[in-house]
């Protein structure tokens, strides 16, 4: 691989089910092999606030939609200001499992908030931290939920919002060349060195 030596800032996007947490430890072994310093994060959870966030996003009770967009909101400006931005800034790569986008396609696409409003909280909340690449892990909704063995307050909702969620994904991923769409119902394996090769090209400047 060729040495890169300026941030890298991945995002990992998707469905429920579709493999991105084994993707993004699979991701991080193979950058650290390469001899980079990673960070593997996530959204909701990275540290205490993250993870008590998380906790009344996930485990808890029923909220109004608004009430879940600014949770997730405010976990995320703590994230990008207190971990994602100053590792991005001593060069280090950042793999990140959710993030904007994915209060963009469950809140605004599926949930049905306003989504110029939405768009503007997630300018907001990021603060200019973009990613370099997105990688969609697409899976159709039943095999994703089938994959579940612990179900959350947000996996409980039915199988149309699930599909509302893919659609959403693919909807956004197909706007933009930031994005790289992933086969989630392929071998782990298979994901990976082609989320890897993507990884590269992106770096190398490959279109
Ligand atoms: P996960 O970490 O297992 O993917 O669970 C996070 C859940 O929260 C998942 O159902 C997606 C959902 N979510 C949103 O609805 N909006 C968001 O902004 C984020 C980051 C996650």
């Known amino acids: 691989m060729t040495r890169y030596s300026r941030r890298v800032f991945i995002v990992l996007e998707g469905p429920e089910g579709g ?18 310093t990673v960070r593997l994060t996530r959204e ?7 993870k008590r966030i998380r ?18 909101l405010a976990d995320r400006a703590q994230h990008v200001q207190t971990f994602i931005k100053p ?12 993030f904007a986008d994915s209060t963009f ?5 599926a949930r049905g908030l306003d989504a110029d409003f939405v768009r503007a909280a997630n300018t907001f909340a990021i603060a200019g931290t973009e990613p ?3 990688l969609l892990v697409d899976v159709p909704a039943e095999v994703g939920l089938a994959r579940r063995a612990d179900r959350n307050r947000i996996d409980n909702e039915p199988i149309a919002f699930h599909e ?3 659609q959403g994904f693919l909807q956004v991923a197909s706007e933009s060349s930031v994005w790289h769409v992933l086969d989630g119902t ?5 994901v990976t060195e082609t989320a890897w090769q993507a990884i590269q090209n992106r770096i190398n400047g490959v279109p």
Do not use: H
């Open 19 to 36: 493999g991105k947490s084994t993707l993004a430890k699979n991701l991080a072994a193979r950058a650290s092999e390469c001899g980079f």
């Open 44 to 50: 909701p959870g990275e540290g205490e606030f993250g």
């Open 55 to 72: 906790q009344i996003l996930l485990d808890g009770e029923a909220m109004v939609s608004a009430a879940e967009l600014f949770l997730f």
């Open 87 to 98: 590792a991005l800034e001593l060069g280090e790569w950042v793999i990140c499992d959710r």
């Open 105 to 109: 396609v469950y809140q605004a696409i």
């Open 132 to 134: 370099d690449i997105k």
């Open 164 to 166: 509302q969620v893919r």
């Open 186 to 190: 392929q071998a782990a394996e298979k």
